[in-house]
Each structure stands twice: as C-alpha cells, then as structure tokens.
C-alpha cells in the first residue's frame, strides 16, 4: 500500500515552532556525533524517550528495566561506535548483533507512530526514538510522516538527507535493534513503498545551479545573478523546505487567505477579494536567504552545516500585490502605529506545505515598511516556484519571512521562528558540539550589510565585458550567454571540461581587470559605498555603484532602500608587483604537465615549483550602508554552525595558470574557483556536501 | 579697545553649511600642509583669493600683478618649508624677509574683515586669505571673528587652535607679509585685545579628563563613564564649538524658540508654552559624538585630525520634554507619516551660540522615532553643558544632530550638515591628502554597532570590582571612588606617578581577570551580543549583559532600543599558555632597573630582556546588534582622516611588569596604557595632539 502525501499539507505541518511548547535545545545534540547519558537532565515538559517495560520488548539479556536498560544502552554506546555498527554481521536466521542491546518487533514501532507522544523510526536494522528531534528538524513535522516505520523510503526522495551529518543526527537517537524475526533476506525489514509527492513541481530552467532536488533549492550561476538590475523570474533563486502546492491557475482568484486577530476571531479573503477591495502597490525587494555565502564560510572558517550556497542565494524583483497593513486594518486590527499593547506582537505566515514564520507587527504595520501580499512579480503572474498564487513580500528581512503559497496570517504575541533562523557563534570551532544559546539568539530578521564579486575579467578578456559594450547582448529580454566563460557547470561539484581560450593580453607590468557584483543590506538601509581591493586588503579604491532606480527601464518602487545595489569596478592589476608566495602549491594539472610555457610576451613561465613574477592574489569587496555599517573583515568572528548570515569581505583568489597551446603556443592565464568571467575555470567545491547524491538524480520534472 | 563677544552669536553663525552654496571641497585642502597652485581650478562660486592691484601693495620688486604675482609666491613655497619661516631674522627696523613676497599694510588687511568677501587674517608678521577655508573651518563662522585682523588673541583664547595640524592648514593661505612699517619692536604687529567669552562657562567636574579647554571637550574617565547606567549630568561628557550661552534660570521659560515651516510661515514658542501645551515624555538615549574612540583609530591605523577621544565620547542618559513631532504638527505641518512630499525634507536644529545640524523629517515624524525637544535630564533642569534650557533629542542618530541651546527649528529641503560629520575613507594612508569625496559620502545620522572596555582587573585585584561586591559602595548617589587604581590621571598626556599596590595573587596557571564596558548600536538597533577574547581573538567567549531596563531603579523610556547596553566578564586569564613573543620590549623603566623580581609565587622573573612565562596578551571586546550587524576588526578598513565613527572591536593590550617592593618584595603586575582597572598604570598617550596646550591652562572656571 502506498502512503499518500497530501497535495497541500495539514495544518502546522512544518510550523516552525509556532504555537508549540518551548524545547530545551540544550537536549537536541544537532551537531555531536558523541553518544550521551540517555537520561540527560531535562527541563522540558517532553516525555523521556527511555522504552518503559510496557513497550520495550525483553532482550535475551533479562532485567532490562528502568535504570538496568539505561545503563545497557549507556555502555553498548561507550563501546561501539555508534556510526559504523557492523552490518555484515547481521543476518536473519543468526541474530549476531550485540547482545545487550534491545531488539523490538515492527508491531512495537507502530505504535510509535504519527500521532503517538513519542515518534519512533527504523533506518537500516535499527530504531530510533525521535521524539526529541521532532521540534529541532528542519523540515519541521513532515519527519512523523515516517514514525511508526522505515525512514528510508523518504529519504529516497527527500534526497537533501543523504548526508553525512544527518546520520550522525539520528545515530543519537538509537534505542534498540529491529528483532530478528522482522527482518528480510538483506537483513533488513520490509518497506512500505510511498509516492513521489515532487512529482508535480515545476520544470526549472537548467542554467540554475542546483543543490537538492528533492525539495530543489538551488540558485542562478553567477553571471546570470546580477547581469540585470530585476533577476528574471526563472533565474530567481529556489529555497524550499518541500514540494510545490498544486493550485489550478484558473482557480488561483478562489485561494483562501484566513487572518486570525488576537481576540480569536477569524477573516476569511480570497485573492480575488484582496484584488478588489485593497488597493495594489509594487515594491522593488531583494529576497535572500539567510545562507546565502555559507560555501564561503565553509571554506575559510570551517564545516558549516545546511546547504553550501555560492553568492547566489540572493534575488532581487518587483513584486505586485497589495499592503498587508490595509488587510489588518480591514480584518480589524488597529493598526495605529506604536500602540504599546501591540509591540511584540507578530504577524505570523503559513504556507500551504505548512512552513510557517512570523514577523514582529511594527514591521507588518509600519507605512514605511512595504509589506505585501504579492501576486505578481517582476510583471508577471507569481510563478509556482515563487508563491503562486500568494506569496508574504517582507522587504529588507531575511527570506524566511517572505512565506510562499501564503494561506493563513495570525497575530499572535509568539514568535514563529526555528531555532535554524538564528545565528549564533559561541562555538567558534566546528567540532564543538551543541551551543546552548541557540534559543537565546535573536530571530534573523532584518539583515546586515553584505556584498560579493560575481564576476571577474583580467586581461584582454574585459573586453567582453557586457557593461564596458563588449557585447551588445546584454538584454534581459535576451536568454544568450553573453560572458565567454571557460567553462559553465551545470551541476556544482563536477568541473567541465575546461574549453581552450587564448591567452589575455597584458602589459609587463599589469594587466586591464574588471569586477562586478551587488551590495544589500537590511532593514531598507541604502549601500552607499562599495569598496574594492585588488591585493589582498593592502589598498583599496572605491567601484561605481550602479544607479539602476534612475534608470526609467528599472524603476524602483520602495519607500526605504530594499533593492540591491549593483557595483562595477575597472582597474588595473599590478601582476609584476604582486607579492611572490612562497608557499604557492601549483594545482594538480600543472604539477603533472612539468613544463614551462609562455606567457603573452613570450617569457618562459616555468612551472616546476614556482611562478617567478606571476603570482596569486585575493580580489575583495565589501560594502557600506547608510548607517555606517560594514562588513566583518572574516569569517572567522562571526562563524557558526550553521553558516547562517556570512557577510565576511568577499574575497575571490585568482591565480596564473598556464595554458597548453594545442599544437599553437601556450601562455598565462588566470583562473579562479569561486567566480565567473573570462578565463576562469570553475573548479570542484568538494565542501558542497550531498552534492554528488543531488547531482545523481535527474533534476525536477 | 576690546572687541565684545554677544552673549548669544547671531544667526547663522555656525551653521555647518546651512542654507550655504556649495563649496567644492576639492580645493580645501584640508590636510594637506603640500604647497598648491593658487589658480586651482574652481568650480564654485566663491571669489578667488588672489589680491587684486587695487588691493595689494606693490612689494619692492615690482610688477606683482596677475599671473606675475602667482608665480613669485608660489615659487616662494616652492623654495622654502613654509610650516618653519626663518622668524628670527625678521626685525622692524631691516626687513630681510623674501623680497619677492608682497607686502601689505595693517590698513589694507582690515578692508578684508568680516562683512568682506574676501576674508583676511594675521598670524605673526604673515597675511592669509582665508576665503576658502572659512566654509571648512569647523568652528564656522565664528572664525570670521578676526577677520580684518590679528587671529592670534583668538587663539589664545580657542586654545584649541594651538596644533600643529591647524598651522598647516593656515599655511595655505598665506598671501603675504605685513608690510615692516606695522611691525612692533618684537616684529610683529599690534594685536586689538578681546574679551573672554568663555569667562562665563559653568565649574565643572574636575573628574572629567579635559581634550581642550576653550571651548570646553571632556570626556568623563572610563572608571566613571558606564560605572551607572544612566551616566551622572556632572560627568557626562562635554562636546562643544564654543562657548556655552548665558541664559537666566528665571527666565528660562520666557527663552523662545522659533519654528518655520516650508512654506516661510514662521510660528514661536516659549519654552512655558511648549510645557503647557504638550505633553511630556520620557526618552533614554545615549548621546555620542562621531569622533569617540578617534585616540583608538589613531594608534592603530595612522593619525587622525580631530579631538582624540578616548571611549568615553558617549553617555547615557534620561532626558524628558516635549515631542517634536507634536510640536510640528501644532506648527501645521503634515505630520502623516509616509508623506511622498516630506521624505526628503530636513529639519534644521539651530542653537542659541549658531551651531546648527538637521535630521531627515521622517525620523523627526517617526511615531516610534522618540525625538525630544527636551528641558530634563536625568530628573533634572537640563545643566547648561547639555543645552539650558532646550536642546533637541535625536535619540539613535550621532549627537551632533542633539542639537543645544535650541532656538529655532527650519524644515527644510536642504541639509544642515557640514562636511566633518561624515566619514569617507577614500584615504588609507594618513597622509594622501585630501579626498574628493568628502562631500559625496553620506552625513552621519544613525550610527553603527560599537562597543568598548571600560575596566580591567586581574589577579587579586578583581575583589575590588564594584559589581562583584568587592565594594559596597557601588551606589550612583555615591560620589566615592570605589575603584583602586594605580593611578588616576586628571589630565590626559600627563602620567601620575604610580602608587605602590600589592602584587595581585596569582595561581601557577592563571590569574583571575574582570572586564565591563558598554556596547551601543544607533538607529534603535538593540544589543544582543557581546564577545570578549582575552587571547587577541583566538578564542572568545560571551559576556553577559546587564539588563539596566528591567532595574525597577533606572527604568528604560522608548520605542526602540536607544541606550547603551552594559556588559561584563569574568574569566580567567590563561597567563603561562599565553604566546610568548619574541619581540617584547620591555618598559623603559624595567630596562632601566635591570634586575630580577619575583612573582606571587616566589618565582624569579627576569627583567633582562625576557620575561619568559607571562607575556603580554592582548583583550578584545566586540558586538552585534539586532541586525546581526557587528563591528570592523581593525581600524585599517575604516580608516579616514577624520578618525570619525573609529568603531572597530576594542583592543586593549596588557602587560606584565615587575613591581619595585619598596623595601618588601616586588613582584609581577599587569598594566595597560589604554584602560581602568586595578593594578594599572596609565601611559602618556603622546598621539594625544595638543593635549600638552591644553592641560597647561587651569580649566574653565
């Protein structure tokens, strides 16, 4: 029998904390492999996860009860590893698995299932008590889909979990193996088979970088991102947390949006009421999520966990709806600015596959905030992958917000927010373990400043520039490439095969470079200063900020700075100055090839152990907002666990690299494995982890 | 005859650029002492300085005229150091100075007074133009003052002036010599003598460490500053360009201030009837200048002009008066917030001695914004340092826009706002001179995430931190010193000589330390986080943060979060695993001694060019507010010549230093010449420019 998903999920499905008892985090062990003491002192009114006698079918090692089964449990973990229990030994007509452990019956486990108090699970031969787990998921509820059975079935298609550190999750929640007598020839029990519930999303378009396909979350490749001052629709980066809401589009106008006041009442609208009665506003908002960067904290402040999102988890559009403040006002609600009776209260958003995430109400009331409730964006009817038919628009505040598929608003003097939409950095190396002032952290809301380099031209190469007329192409309207990259990945992770280019021209002493890319910051905070290095930090000069809100073919509609700010910068890259490394270690393919080549001028450039003039240097941007606020110079202040909000300096390593000529003679060039432009090569991010499992599907339907 | 100072300056005195043509900066040349061409080019519409033949005298070489002028004056740069006139050679009675340079006479300087367009002064035998400078000089107007005339009996009384930087600055516009026939017995000429006009400004504490006298800049020493939440009106620092304006307590409620609304209509208000027909609020808010921690910004990035604040260019206070918004709206302006019409507009503050800033109208509209017109402070009449009887409120924006002595109000669609309250870092290196963007950047409203340490104790001495009970006498009321330091300096730039205090007890690895300070954020932004490393930002942990607003004793009045959050540490300093450096000089005094101590332990501490276990660590306190926006690491990325909005994390360096015993035991303490606390010596701090002038007076009376 298949289980069925329902096309819109229930209720509080994914609710992200709301309404629900507060969980004490320091419980949660989200990030420690160690096995600990399974009766951990607990300040929270959840039920212990220890079988009881009741439950607990007795193992051939009798007395296993109250504190004896604890202590068993408690030495088998200090014995084992808990990640690697041996497998091979395990058959099903001789039961060689540890002896002391608890085995239970596939008629035990479903009675943990869905609606029991304490949720349990089978991955491989054995079961886990989730109950703990449960408020911490990310995924929030839909993970009791699987209790009282196999989680494995799901995971097959909720791919984003073939990942290391989801199994060192659920190894801490172990409490027995599955008996003997229920398991299959492969030493495993039988599965039940369940539908695919993607199997209606959307076609996406292929330039986008994708990290999960299951639920798809994936962001355009750089030279796309910010090439326009709009990001077009089907390039708009793609955050979900599950499968798209099916909704007819000629039904769309019938969709129902519930506004429940804090005195309990409820108002029901559909969107072709909110049409009718609101007036429509356009608002010009970046959306971004709270990992956006988060690769790049990996890489140059340690492991992070969550999806390894590039520079790209960043949009910006204009979106067409109408202000969630006239709504209240008509709901009921006074919406008189600064009531103090009304000041920490939130408007809390829930989506039709039932994520859900609040804001405080000053802001979903202020008449300078621009809050909408968009059913257009950039023009068009809101795509699917967007929100279609609703979507919640919360400029300046981190993404999360910004709920899709919007069906449901509630005042409420709680806070709907995760404890994965903090940022928090007690821990500052990555293999701390749980950080007890998870909950304490603020809620993510509006975001710092940030910046990044999205594209980068040195040497001859700046004349393909598109903004320096290089190419006429550079039309939004026009889907062609117009940056003559080395190569393009269509999937992170896997490097292409690089095309051979010619050598970029150069002088003896520096070569043309050019950069381009975006600032933001939150809070409708304008950026008012984009600073560029081209050595490492040592100087910098200032890039022109591209004035896209006076251009009349991108208007700006905003009563605070919610857009990005594109940046632009020229200059020229001192290559014969630059300071010689020492320590430079040449990439693979050159320490294989062992011969010199020529650079443009016909220098011999050798490339046994040393680049004599021609060395590496960081590139960096970082911006400034009208508060005066700028980047942090590092990651490494401001790391966490989760990478969430890694606004660092941008920096972007390019190095010379020399090129076999292909029977024609070979020269430098400079490549780099974090950006795009001319002459770059992108290279493998081994760090993107779960990348090689999302690459291996077939992308969305 | 004595030239008379009005006790309240006219409009338009010091208006920072108020209602003024702009002035291209370019040409200001404000830090640069580099001789220039006089015919720079111009692209404003001041007249140019170059004296015409109807008003230079011709010097005894002839045809000074025109072009022929310019050149022998700027070949007369170009062949001598113009900041080191030979003055030694100049007598009445043989004129050997250049014979190439004009010479003027005592009448043709006084056409150039005041009311001249083209603005003349004397510095010692020398004539200046000083048209240019006039709408830079940061004092404004009052400059004009001497105009026509001698400066020197000004600065004698502005000992502020009395700086190397501001020789350099005037040594741009010379022009000329005064002619020998005007010249005294001692080679110069007869200055006019003034009056004081400070002879009137309030007694003040004599705790405050004093930057300059006249006017009166002082900053209240960090074991006072944060010691309450609120800080006492008595040691609230002082930040004033003049002299402070007389006004009768009895009469204070006749004192009038005038409102003009963009349409010319001008309506007035005595300080009675704004009490009468308002109601009242409270508002806490921290007041900060722009250049707190400038001293900071100076040792570790290169110098800065300015008044070199320490920390404690902040306070914190309860000020209470009347709304401004109510105010306007009874004026008749269209209070509606979100007016398309009005969010450009500015409102201009103006004080009684001619200061005067604007703050965007939205934040003087924001419901939630708190901006107070405002005749209390801390429950108090507001004290004549602080604007007795009206000074504006603009809580969360940079104090300069706290307007004092508040008489007339102008909404307006220009900016009141000069060029020094900015901060452009164009300039990286101190001395690249000056920065064509000055007046591109954007003035300084809301300010950014800072935070600092305001105390250190370590070893035996954390026993007598106030707030861990080591004194009982912790009580704002008390006027007792309740911190034992080694040394209490009551001017900066001079050492005291140091007590003799025991050494602190130590255990074989650590040494218990203590740290407090404070940590603001402008804009409302509350602070939610405080780190502190005590190993130079290897490792760091949080501080916790005194929750001052739910004291049912210093409750917290406001909308947004607008005063500063106290914070504290205690921890244990990890002295022998500390990184031994191998390049610790050791105190001139200790290389001096060159013997060895012993430490609290009986160990022989060597004082012979190492110190082998306990070495110099470096402590580290830093922020982040609720935008998760947090500070700069160092001061090199923010660097600007003006030192302003110095906000990178607080470094404090501490050292240890052997202790003569006086006949007992010497032993090992620890000292820093940057901070407060027990067993501390503090350091002349020589980058402290001019801070010699000014302790050398005896302080206002």
Redesign the interface.
Known sequence: MATRFPRIAPRGFLNHGARRAPVNLTTCRLFTPRPRPIHSSRSTPHKTRIPTPRTARVAPVGLLVGGGLVASVLAFFQAHDTGNLPEASITPSADDRDPTIPRFRLSDVRKHGPDSSEPWVIFEDKVYNITDWVEAHPGGDVILRAAGGCIEPYWNIFTIHKAPHVREILDQYIIGFVDVADLGPDGRPVAEAIEDPFENDPVRDPRLITHTIKPRNAEPPNEELDRTFYTPNELFYIRHHMWVPVVEEAKADDFALTVELPDGEVKRYTIGELKAKFPTHKVTAVLQCSGNRRNDMTRHAGKTNGLQWGVGAISNAEWEGVRLSDLLADAGLDTT??QPDT?SLHAQFTGAEAYSASIPL?KALS??GDVLLAFKMNGETLPRDHGFPLRAIVPGNVAARSVKWLNKIVISDEEATSQWQR?D??S?GPNEGPNP?WDK??S??????TSAITGVWVGDCIKKVPWMGGDKADNPSSKRRTIDMAATPQKVGFTSKPKTIPCPETTPDNEPIALQGYAYS??G?KI??V?VSLDG?A????AELVDDCSNPATPCHC?RSWGWTRWRYTGTLPVLSLPVSTTTILPPVLQKVGQDCEDGFGRSVSLLGQLPKKQCTTLIV?ATD?????????H???YNVRGN?A?A?HRVKICPECTRGNGKPGGVTWNTGETYGCGFRKQAEEVREGMKAAASGKGGK
Do not use: C, H
Request: proline share 13%.
């Open positions: 600015p600064a000041s000053p008449p300078t940022r950095y007690k500052f002032d952290a603020p993510i809301q509006e975001m710092p400043v939150g809070g905070r008012t200063r600073d930090g100087t910098w000069d200032q009563n970082k009208e508060s005066y606020n700028t980047q942090p110079e590092s490494k202040g401001i909000l606004t300096w």
